[in-house]
C-alpha cells in the first residue's frame, strides 16, 4: 500500500542492550501510509521494549527511527508531537480522573495555549479548551464511551479502559498509533470489536502499528506481520508466509499457527 518513496515510519537496525543483554537486535521495519501491520512473538521476545525505542522512552543503542522522513529524537514527547501516539501493555491512566478528563490530558500536546493564558483564562483559553472538549467528547462517542464521560476511569471495566487508553492517544491528533496488547484482558466480543475499531481508526487516515498475542486478531487486521524472537526479526509477510515459517512454527513451542485457531492467546499482564 506504500506508494509515496517515503514510508510514515522507518525503522532502521534499531538494537537495544540491557547490561548484557540483547533485548532487540538489529531491527528494521517499515510502515507506510494507511497500513496496519502486526508485531507477534513469544513472551519476552523484546516487542514491548521495540515500542519503546520507537516511542523515546528507551534511546536505542544503536540505530534509527525516522518519522516521515525525519530523524525522531528519543523524547516522548517530541515523539508525541511529530504524530505518534501509543497505549500501553500495562494500562496506563489517570485512575482517579474521570473518562472525558482522561482524554483532554492526551489532547494537551496539540493545545497552542500556554500557562500564562491558561492562568489569566483569556479569550483564547476559553476558545482552545471548548475546541478540546468538542473533540475528547467526539472521541469517546467514536470509542463507544460517550455516556462514560463523567465516569472515574478507575470505575470502567477492563475493556472500557483499553478503549479509553485508545481515545486518549488519538487526542493528540497521530499519524501513526501503536497498540501495545490492545485486547489483552477482554472477552471474545470485545476483541471483535477492538478490531472494528482498529480498521475505524485506520479509515480516519492513522497508520497502525499492533503488538497482539491473539493470532486471530493478527491476521484478521494486519496487512503485513513482523515476527520477534529473541530480539531479533525472524520472518514478515503476509498471513501464509507467516504462518508457513519453520523458525515461527519452531518459536511457538514446536505448535503450528493453524488456520484462524489462536495458537497463543495467553496474555501474562
Ligand atoms: N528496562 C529493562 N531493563 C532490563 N531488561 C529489560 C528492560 N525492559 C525489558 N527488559 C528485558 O528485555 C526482554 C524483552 O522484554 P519485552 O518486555 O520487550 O518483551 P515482550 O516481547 O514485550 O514480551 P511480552 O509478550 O511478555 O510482553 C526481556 O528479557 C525483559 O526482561
Ligand atoms: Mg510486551
Redesign the pocket.
Known sequence: MTTTATPLLEVTGVTMR?GG?T?VNDVSLTVGEGEIIGLI??????????FNCLTGLYVPTEGAVRYRGTLLPPRPHLVTQAGIARTF?NIRLFANMTVLENVLVGRHSRTKEGIFSAILRGPGYHRAEAESREKAMELLAFTGLADKADHLARNLPYGEQRKLEIARALASDPGLLLLD?PTAGMNPQETRAAEELVFAIRDRGVSILV?E?DMRFIFNLCDRTAV?VQGQKIVEGDRETVQNDERVITAYLGAPLEGTTPAVTET??
Do not use: V, Y
Not at 512473538?41 to 521495540?50: E, I, L, V, W, Y
Open positions: 540491557f543483554l533485548a512473538g513469544p513472551n519476552g521476545a523484546g516487542k514491548t521494549t521495540f501493555q496488547e503488538i498475542h520477534l501474562d499482564q
